[in-house]
């Protein structure tokens, strides 16, 4: 008998989920755990202890029934050696290259890079995905609620996680039941990310790469332990001790018999036996046995490499063809692939998107990436570019993209620009002030800025005045929780006059941090805006009106929805990039702040009489620029430069 003929006592066939709910009972009750107090643990999954039967339990939520044990696939992780090998080398090759995360919004990647850092999920994930290859499925408690960013992450043991699903598919949610403890813990779909591999066809759990290999398991452990009982039974060969001749009519006494046992009983191995022609003493000899095992034992494991596709040369056996080994290891690396995509996929959409949307970065997708590729695979790819540009009709840019993907993949520290982009960059890195506007000779000569508001379209930095590229942190902090209170509609009537509502404030919002991160042009940021959040006419709001039609009737119109955009992105812009120079003025410590207009023929009595004024930080808070619609105004610190 294996190790894993109790398995057999309970399989659930993959194909037919339906046979899988259990009965309603009320043997066994769940209910959602509540918080005892404020400063309680935001976690809520229990750990678990060891029991024999996992799945031997009752319901009262219709929660699918684990299709096998998960817990004794667990125990064979543990004690059989080989298939620790098997998970391992799944798990080296999977999470061992390491990862990293990719987007357009630079704000978006930081943000992500940051939290896996702090939450320390490289370890995480490691132990994450070994459980999943080993049960098929890994469950990691994600704590906060489902707008909210999520500070702990617990990988929870399977053997005690359940899915609640309707018999349409429906995820209902999830359910830890430990019967050890006499509890049952429910759990929103946003509190768990589930990680499902190697599932079939509408099954609600996955199966793993260990479950598939369990009669060839069963069948080697039988094997080698009926080789083993064998040869430790017939380790030493027994002795024939004949004594006497019956030809010469030699024939011993009982008493001659009993001495020879005797010596028999106290026989060592520093003992040496002389015998004369009445005594022979030879042993029996059984032959070979192991070698009676050798087929089935290589036949079994055979079947093992089979069935996890782990080239051999990996697990250290045998000696194949070069050719033959190159083979196994490409399909290998494509095995390992098909994990990883199945992995990243539920990472991106389940782990990084609630992050990104609590940042107010709704729609903004980021990339999880693997490690490194392969020297081969490296190799390879260098090979096809350089054929590539031995083709004499490739445009120039493609060419240059392809120089782009060498230098990447060589790892050389040289400029991937283009001539024009490298400078553009080289007046962006030009040496700025500590803080912006510090250095300018603003009290001697305030010069003339001349503009074209309609005509000329403008970066970020070139409307600001300066490189707000160095001060970026501050100004997405001061973003992140600004709430846009003077174009949020506060009540329904408001929003009907042309205010925003809290769906277009936090679109609104978005399409800020990308410009910002990116250096747009005012005039893309309006697109964006025109696009995403959409405003409509504003009106202007009296209390005596108390409908639209009022409003329309008295043709109280302050700005068409057809100048809204732009109109939102120059003074806003204006008012963002001013609020979080303040913050980061407060980290240099600086006191007082002077008042810059863009001076123009069209510059307004407002600015022109603030221009050049000295506040305080406090004073320049409240009433930091833009002073009106599309005003251009900055403020710059005092200090022993200014």
């Not at 702990?152 to 996680?161: A, G, H, Q, S």
């Not at 019967?179 to 813990?185: E, F, P, S, V």
């Not at 079939?200 to 793993?208: I, M, N, R």
């Not at 055979?302 to 990996?314: G, R, S």
């Amino acid at each position: 008998m294996g190790l894993l003929n109790i398995f057999r006592k309970k399989e659930i066939d993959f194909s037919s989920p339906a046979q899988t709910i259990v009965p309603v009972t009320n043997s066994f009750i769940l209910t959602p755990v509540t918080k005892k107090n404020s400063i309680e643990e935001s976690l809520k999954g229990l750990m678990s202890p060891e029991l024999k039967k996992s799945y031997s339990h009752t319901f009262k939520n219709k929660e699918w029934d684990h299709p096998f044990d998960f817990s004794n696939l667990i125990k064979l992780y543990k004690q059989y050696g080989f298939l620790t090998g098997v998970v391992d080398k799944h798990v080296d090759f999977i999470v061992g290259s390491g990862f990293y995360v990719e987007s357009e919004d630079k704000r978006a990647e930081k943000i992500i890079t940051d939290y896996l850092r702090d939450i320390n999920f490289d370890s995480l994930l490691r132990n994450w995905v070994r459980t999943a290859l080993i049960t098929g499925n890994g469950f990691l408690e994600v704590s906060g609620k489902q707008n909210e960013i999520p500070t702990e992450l617990k990988i929870l043991n399977p053997c005690y996680m359940y899915i609640r699903k309707d018999e349409k598919g429906l995820l209902l949610g999830y359910s830890q039941i430990i019967k050890a403890y006499n509890q049952g813990i429910q759990f929103e779909p946003y509190e768990i990310i589930h990680l499902s591999l190697a599932a079939l066809s509408d099954s609600v759990y996955g199966c793993g790469i260990v479950y598939p290999a369990l009669p060839y398991i069963d069948n080697l452990i039988a094997v080698q332990k009926d080789m083993h009982e064998i040869i430790h039974r017939k380790a030493n060969n027994p002795y024939i001790i004949k004594v006497g001749n019956i030809e010469k009519d030699i024939m011993p006494t009982q008493a001659q018999l009993d001495a020879i046992g005797e010596k028999l009983e106290s026989l060592t191995n520093k003992q040496e036996w002389v015998t004369d022609a009445a005594m022979e003493i030879y042993t029996v000899d059984f032959g070979k046995t192991g070698e009676k095992f050798d087929s089935v034992l290589r036949h079994d494991e055979d079947q093992l490499f089979f069935t996890f596709q782990v080239p051999e040369v990996l697990m250290g056996r045998g000696s194949i063809p070069e050719g033959l080994a190159q083979v196994q290891m490409q399909a290998w690396e494509r095995r390992i692939q098909s994990f990883q995509s199945e992995i990243e996929k539920v990472i991106e959409t389940q782990l990084f998107q609630r992050i990104l949307i609590a940042n107010g970065l709704s729609g903004i997708h980021v990339e999880f990436q693997w490690g490194e590729k392969s020297d081969d695979t490296k190799n390879a790819e260098l090979m096809r570019i350089t054929e590539l540009l031995k083709v004499p009709f490739l445009s120039p840019k493609l060419m240059q993209e392809l120089e782009k993907r060498i230098a990447l993949l060589l790892d050389f520290k040289m400029s991937l620009e283009s001539p024009e982009e490298e400078k553009k960059g080289e007046l962006e890195d030009d040496k700025q002030p500590i803080v912006p506007g510090q250095n300018r000779n603003i009290p001697e000569s305030l010069q003339l800025q001349k503009e074209n508001f309609k005509e000329e379209d403008y970066t970020i930095r070139e409307w600001l005045g300066f490189n707000y590229r160095n001060y970026m942190d501050s100004i997405l902090l001061f973003l992140s929780k600004y709430t846009f209170e003077k174009l949020k509609a506060k009540n329904k009537i408001e929003e009907e006059a042309g205010k925003l509502s809290e769906l277009q404030v936090n679109a609104l919002k978005g399409v800020f941090i990308k410009g910002i991160s990116n250096n747009w042009t005012l005039n893309r940021i309006a697109s964006e805006i025109d696009r995403r959040v959409a405003p409509q006419d504003l009106f202007k709001l009296d209390t005596s009106e108390s409908s639209l039609i009022q409003i329309k009737e008295a043709k109280k119109l302050l700005i068409s929805g057809v100048y809204r955009a732009i109109a939102i992105a120059r003074t806003e812009m204006t008012y963002i990039a001013n609020q979080g120079a303040l913050l980061f003025y407060d980290t240099e410590k600086i006191e007082e702040v002077r008042w810059v207009a863009a001076l123009s023929d069209r510059t307004c009595p407002i600015c022109e009489d603030l221009n050049g004024g000295i506040f305080t930080i406090a004073e320049a808070r409240e009433g930091a620029p833009p002073a009106h619609e599309n005003c251009r105004c900055t403020i710059i610190p005092i200090t022993k430069l200014s």
